[in-house]
């Protein structure tokens, strides 16, 4: 084998079962690496509570630091908005980092797993919503949300759509289709009644089909989707929408699929990607050793494919390829933490995963 890549990744535990999922995480990640050829060397540093005890702020600059010196980042999951008023961050460091260091494409596969007794059994798409602008709420503002109330009972909301950020969505989008080996991408829209936002939405994605080819887009309106996703499950397999509307599909395809307790996600922008679980942080059942790091090993995953997107590097995506079989193997298996009905520990199910590495 060639010499090993190094590979150095930012990790923030996060809070209530954080500590416990980044760790399995790693344990995966760190066997996945040293079968393809990449040697994980991973940097800590506190979020949220930790960091709040410390630093009266739930993202300190010293965080920061650590997040700017390293393109991946691991991050565990974090409250939404419990944390003292005093927080600089407006209790939502999340937020901040998605806006702050424009992670402007939210990357959602949604898979069907029979333990999840899904609806749709073959559910089996990966919802790519842009992340920074849209209806929901208005992400361009400096600060606050898109909302105004200029009286009692009058409310208005902003949507704003740039050909800037629809430009790098939409090559984001044929890129991550052309790393992962996909051939449509369906453009969800509803152009007939936002013809100014959605037109310019289109267009970044027809203005860019020239350069790739191979990759046919299709143009559906989210209602159209909406009525035929159930019963059309297979014919959308890759699916690019705004803000709003990637928010909902994401998760009503995961309702179909039993639910979010296995989907991963990554927050990527040019610069960074970040690897976070759709879940949050169970508090009921933090620190009793019993989570499953399933979501946060396969939003790893992804953040392999990003590396992979990126460089055309093989062992980045051979990396991912490995961990997302053996998390596969080792649920089909019947080995799985309690939520899926088996009896093992977040850590047990991670050594379970790692030998299923050698099969
Ligand atoms: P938060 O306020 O952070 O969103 P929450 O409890 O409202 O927390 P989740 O953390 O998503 O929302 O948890 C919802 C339910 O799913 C809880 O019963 C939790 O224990 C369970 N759960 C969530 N994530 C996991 C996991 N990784 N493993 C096992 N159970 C989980």
């Not at 749709?120 to 992400?139: A, K, S």
């Not at 390829?321 to 088996?342: F, M, P």
């Amino acid at each position: 084998m060639a010499t090993n890549k190094e590979i150095r990744l930012a990790v923030l535990d996060g809070d209530g079962i954080g500590p416990e999922i980044t760790a399995a995480t790693l344990t995966v990640l760190t066997a996945a690496g040293k079968r393809t050829g990449l040697t994980v060397k991973a940097k800590r540093a506190p979020i949220g509570w930790k960091a709040y005890e410390k630093t009266k702020c739930t993202l300190p600059d010293s965080t920061r630091a650590v997040l700017e010196a390293h393109e991946g980042w691991i991050v565990g999951p974090t409250f939404a908005g419990e944390y003292p008023k005093d927080d600089p961050m407006r209790g939502h460091p999340n937020g901040f980092l998605r806006r702050h260091y424009k992670l402007f494409a939210n990357v959602r596969p949604v898979e069907a797993w029979p333990q999840l007794d899904p609806l749709v059994p073959d559910v089996n798409i990966t919802v790519l919503r842009e992340n920074t602008e849209g209806f929901y709420p208005d992400r361009n503002l400096a600060w606050g949300y898109g909302e105004f109330k200029p009286r009692d009972d009058v409310g208005l909301a902003l949507r704003v759509i740039t050909g800037e950020a629809c430009d790098r969505f939409a090559r984001f989008a044929f890129e991550f289709a052309k790393a992962s080996g996909l051939d449509r991408i369906c453009v969800v829209h509803k152009r007939t009644v936002l013809p100014q936002t959605d037109g310019i939405f289109i267009g970044a994605f027809e203005r860019l089909q020239s350069q790739y080819k191979k990759i046919k887009i299709d143009l559906v309106r989210i209602d159209t989707f909406s009525s035929s996703f159930p019963r059309a499950a297979r014919d959308y397999r890759f699916v690019a929408t705004t803000n709003l509307f990637g928010d909902i599909l994401s998760d009503q395809a995961s309702g179909l699929a039993g639910g979010v307790g296995l989907a991963p996600s990554l927050n990527a922008g040019h610069d960074h990607a970040m690897a976070q679980a759709v879940h949050g942080t169970a508090p009921d059942i933090s620190g009793k050793g019993v989570a499953n790091p399933s979501a946060l090993i396969l939003s790893t995953a992804l953040l392999m494919r990003w590396f992979y997107q990126r460089t055309g590097r093989a062992a980045y995506r051979d990396a991912a390829e490995l961990i997302e079989q053996a998390v596969r193997q080792t649920i089909e298996s019947g080995a799985t933490t309690s939520d899926l009905g088996g009896n093992l520990s977040t850590s047990d199910f991670a050594r379970a995963v790692v030998r299923s590495m050698g099969r």
